[in-house]
């Protein structure tokens, strides 16, 4: 035998265990696809079976969501926090960063619990508005690169997480809402999820992490109940199942869904009052039965935020309860999103895990790390549980300065009567005469003139809009940045214009007077 011929009989007996290895890794209706050229009817890839009870597909979904979150979150901030709490804002970042620094010191730890946020290397804040972009910015680029991805590592989770909890921290009343810890809780999950370094969408040796799926089950079972429970003790309407009558109404920020929803029978909104308590009471406790209880918790979760957004504009709340929802359901249930190409992947890391093939394996440090958060998520939780039990239950509430385990609920009082803030400016110098003119302010999504259609913006959020509904049932003194809104209304100024739809003094004249009324 000449050389020649040997190196090709090496090179076929290092090739054939692979191909072995190729067709093993299929599932058993494959082999005849591969091996049998004369079967009638070959069985294709796209058939692959994948197994139930692995969740690498699974985190894929979850981490193209939250990051889809992520970069609303951020082009929300980007839009409108410098008119909020910028160098100008109606709310000033300098003035409560002072407050903060004044209280606690100079001592950095008291710092960062007083406000987790990078802000406080901004310092003396003579110039927030680009710090205030630049982490939008940062947000959007980072949060964007996920999504392509559909994969992240420690580091870039991390950072989402500590660049929205930047500006949550220093956000004032306008970050004073659930959805924003939620946000925060269910994002900072996904850093103990995916692999340290790697990029991979199905990274080998770092499988969907116990910690994720199980916080991400644990949270949708906390937000769930929370906001039942606080509904039964928050207001009678709510065991009348009459509540539906007057929400489609008074929501803050309806859309034009809310409409036609508000003139159905009152049997229907009995209805949905019913199943409101079906799907928040009862259905959480489906977390912890079989697969088949949980997928039925899944859908009907999923279900149920689909029609709140679609009922209103409840910024990207909805959107985001929907996230952890999606840990109810596995790989074999995610399948039919997936190409023939990923599927074949994920079935050759589950058979692998079958046989618990070191290949596969996380080792020892992440298994202790796991561990170590799954102690620590269950004592932050205790003041959470207790709080659900509690009559007096709070809602939207941390027990700790970085929100890492959280309490939630929506909606505990429902307002009867609809009431609304309106701005009105004149040219006038007598404001009380017979002939003064006065002209409205609009807002871009609250409402106000009456031969307007409701806005549809979900997820996207205006914030100004948002707390004008509080300020109708509140009095100014709990609401100081109106005066400073109206102030800037008898300026024209040109930012605070920017939150608003039509400034009718913008290009001429300010108004002598400017008015706030019901």
Known sequence: MNTRDEETRLRRRKKQPEEEVATELLPPHHEGAIQDSGSEKPTTVDEVDLLPHTYWLTRIVYLRFI?????????????????????????PLKLHM?????????????????????????????????WLDGLALSGLVTSGVVILLGAANVFIMLLLWLLYHSLVAVGQRWYGFGWESQLLETGLLGVWGVPLLSLAALPQATPSSPVLIWGLRWLIFRIMLGAGLIKVRGDQ????????????????????????????????HMTETFGNHIIELILPFFTFL????????????????????????????NWLTIVPSLAYFDDRSFSFFFSKETKRKVYRLQKLERESSPLVDEGLTRKCVNLILTLMIGYLSLPVVL???????????SFEPFRIVNTYGAFGSVTKERTEVIFEGTHSWDPDAANATWHEYEFKCKPGRLDRVPCLISPYHYRLDWLMWFAAFQRYEQNPWLIHLAGKFLIND?????????????????????????
Not at 67 to 91: E, M, P, R, T
Not at 239 to 262: E, K
Not at 499 to 518: E, R, T, V
């Open 98 to 130: 002072q407050h903060l620094a004044k209280t606690v010191g100079n001592d950095w730890w008291k710092r960062i619990q007083a406000a987790p946020t990078l802000l406080w290397l901004a310092q003396p804040w003579d110039e927030v508005n680009p």
């Open 494 to 518: 040109q930012e605070a214009s920017t939150l608003i739809a039509h400034n009718p003094f913008l290009g001429q004249d300010p108004p002598k007077f400017s008015l706030s009324d019901l």
């Open 290 to 317: 079989p697969r088949a209880f949980r997928m039925t918790c899944g859908i009907g979760q999923i279900a149920f935020q689909v029609i709140l957004i679609i009922s209103g504009n409840l910024s990207f709340l």
């Open 387 to 397: 709080n659900l039990l509690s009559s007096r239950q709070a809602m939207n509430t």
């Open 237 to 268: 309407c709510w065991m009348d199942l009459t509540c539906m009558n007057y929400h489609y109404q008074t929501q803050p920020v309806p859309n034009p869904m809310a409409y036609y929803l508000h003139k159905t029978p009152e049997w229907v």
């Open 67 to 91: 990051a889809f979150i992520y970069f609303v979150a951020f082009l929300v901030a980007y839009h409108q926090n410098k008119q909020l709490i910028g160098d100008n804002g109606l709310l």
